[in-house]
């Protein structure tokens, strides 16, 4: 059982910065890869980025390359996602989700855990 948090959201203007992190419950937080997905007003959720366990590899969605950027720190539970260059298209709730077994995945059903939720509101 893991348990997630997301913190790090806010409001901010358009071209700014945020870094989003995820606080994982759990000792076995290393074996799992994350990934931080999004939803807008009246939209599907959709993939963002995300980590293989050891933080060795990534995988971005294509809206995310060359602004967002994730990493994670085993030795302190914890995924974050640093967001640069924001647009007000960039605005939703972000989550994050854990699973096990595969690298990584940008499918929402591959992953089992997931957080509660932060709030990313990019004003023009």
């Known amino acids: 059982q893991v348990q997630l948090v997301e913190s790090g959201g806010g409001l901010v203007q358009a071209g700014g910065s945020l870094r989003l992190s995820c606080a994982a419950s759990?000792?076995?937080?290393?074996?799992?890869?994350m990934g931080w997905f999004r939803q807008a007003p009246g939209k599907e959720r959709e993939f963002v980025a995300a980590?293989?366990?050891?933080?060795?590899?990534?995988y971005n969605a294509d809206s995310a390359k060359g602004r967002f950027t994730i990493s994670r720190d085993n030795a302190k539970n914890t995924v974050y996602l640093q967001m640069n260059s924001l647009k007000p298209e960039d605005t939703a709730v972000y989550y994050c989700?854990?699973?096990?077994?595969?690298?990584?995945?940008?499918?929402?059903?591959?992953?089992?855990?997931w957080g509660q939720g932060t709030q990313v509101t990019v004003s023009s």
């Open positions: 759990g000792r076995t937080f290393s074996s799992y890869a």
């Open positions: 989700a854990a699973t096990t077994g595969l690298d990584y995945s940008s499918r929402s059903d591959d992953y089992v855990y």
């Open positions: 980590i293989r366990w050891s933080g060795d590899s990534t």
